[in-house]
DNA sequence: ATCGGCCACAACCAGCGGTTGTACCTCTAG
DNA sequence: CTAGAGGTACAACCGCTGGTTGTGGCCGAT
């Protein structure tokens, strides 16, 4: 079983006019094209959709329940086709990653505002990011960070909209597994464990400059064999902890009993920006820079703690 | 441009599976056809949606952005053909008039169970909604009162579930136009107007009964031209008025002056039963009857009139 | 440098889905 | 009652879409 969309149109066209002759005159074929696709329709469904009169067709009661699939159906594909037309297709935009701060940012956006199409994409890093911006593949990224000593292209504009306080996972075997909070000091001569921190990128700088500032000792050593080795790992491991966004959405390993234990004293924070193209005319794009001001107007930067490369706020 | 859902099902088995040998394999093809179809796809919707390397292809910007979007379409594909399927379809039910009462209740139905999957139809009379739930069409039915002296048959259930109260409706001219409230009383000697109610059905002998009881004076005669041309004529006409059921949701006209008067002592009220069949094994039906006995719970009969053959509650 | 894995192009062919022509049904008007 | 209008279905025909096999080219790994 097969639906055709050509087919699906068809349905719907001769359900709104009534009778197979007006929907095949607004569909430029024949009569009988259009008894041949309903006939071949209701084949395949295995029901019959139009009672045959005198005066036209009519919907029985499956066609009646058809129908709304119908129109949505070809609601869906229209939606499909224009998410990829250049000119007036929806906002397209970069996460960093799936469950993290900007994914929440842009689900906050899409309640405020859910007429404006959204297209979610996730980007590489943050060079492919920023030639995707330059070509108008992408109308914005969401990044952490800037990286020290490279700024981003003149055409390119930024704003820092989430600061996202990083977290302590521990398994619960962890000496601060009991914590309600950690100082950051207090982790010194801890294990931190970051996997697949690729040396060279923004993540690299960030954790470089947090090791070098409060004498901590972090392993970005070893592949990235996804998130839930990771916790898998340090639930069972009680040497080992690991560094979190406190917004990052787990898939949580039941009866694991990890722990998300907060930093303070400072609180580092993964500072994420928006970053798009400073010519670039999307009409949502101002919405969505207007929603995140908004947004990040409430932050407040006191007791936390970045690298002083940062993009200021 | 025409998107076929063969293309969409073969560009989404592409993507997940990173190459197109493998996704020619799970769709039984060759490898030529999914490569046809991709791009056949591609100079439909005029992008390039995969890099081709030498172990496979990956998405570009634009086919992440897609992507979705086709997920979507098949989904929604899947769900018009289960709605005509027979056995574990989704709950077919027939309202009585598309902005109703009943399909209130439905919304707050799907309100509280969003999961449960729901086709809406709108039959002709009550003997056409008694025969498709004997026959299985439908699984249940809103009618608003059952005829006098013409029980349901006995493999037909069916429990009251709304009472909605009626109101008048007249124009800004009507003498009764800045009352807050009418007693039905002071409505005789006022030319009450319900063109398109048919005799013989349950709603004639609703309001011949209104009418014997408290001695109105109603006109059913005239075809019914739709409501918009009814609001335009009462609107328009200081000496008519017409009744209106409470929750019935209307294409206010701008301008117009028309004004809704609550009806008292007694308050007339619309009947609104859900029927079904005694052997109707559907899971979701047990759901909707118990969602709308609870809701009817909390109905007050007090100060309401209907006529004496409806159903009891 | 060669081999293996993967995609694209070419040639071929079956069948899907269109067209025209016609039969049949039903309602209505004379 | 009959004839005509308006609608749908069936039959025959045919072009083109979309599959197949065969083959070549590209890229990365050994």
Do not use: C
């Amino acid at each position: 079983m097969d639906l055709d969309l050509d087919t699906v149109r068809t349905f719907v066209a001769a359900a709104d006019a009534g009778q197979f002759q007006e929907a095949a005159a607004e569909l430029a074929v024949t009569q009988q094209a259009v008894s041949k696709r309903i006939a071949a329709l209701e084949r395949n469904l295995g029901v019959r959709l139009f009672t045959r009169t005198a005066r036209g067709a009519e919907l029985t009661i499956d066609g009646q329940a058809f129908l709304p699939h119908a129109r949505e159906l070809l609601r869906v594909a229209e939606r499909a086709v224009t998410s990829v037309r250049t000119g007036r297709r929806p906002l397209r935009v970069d996460v960093i990653a799936s469950r993290g701060a900007a994914t929440g940012l842009m689900r906050g956006f899409h309640r405020v505002y859910p007429d404006i199409e959204l297209d979610v994409v996730m980007l590489f890093d943050i060079d492919t990011a920023v030639a995707a911006i330059r070509s108008g593949a992408i109308d914005a990224s969401f990044r952490a960070v800037a990286m020290p000593g490279r700024p981003l292209p003149e055409d390119i504009e930024s704003v820092r909209v989430l600061d996202e306080p990083l977290q302590l996972l521990t398994g619960p075997a962890h000496a601060l597994a009991g914590a309600r909070s950690v100082t950051v000091a207090q982790l010194a001569g801890h294990r931190i464990w970051m996997p697949g921190v690729v040396p060279g990128t923004e993540w690299a700088a960030y954790y470089d400059d947090l090791v070098a500032e409060f004498g901590l000792t972090i392993e970005a050593t070893g592949p990235n064999f996804g998130s839930d080795a990771l916790l898998d790992t340090v639930a069972d491991t009680p040497a080992l902890a690991t560094f979190m966004g406190e917004q990052m959405r787990l898939v949580w390993p039941a009866g694991h009993g990890l722990r998300r234990i907060p930093l303070t004293d400072p609180t580092p924070v993964y500072p994420h920006s928006l970053l798009w193209h400073r010519d670039n005319p999307h009409p949502a794009l101002a919405t969505l820079r207007a929603h995140l001001a908004a947004a990040a107007a409430g932050l407040d930067a006191a007791g936390t703690w970045t690298p002083n490369w940062v993009t200021p706020r």
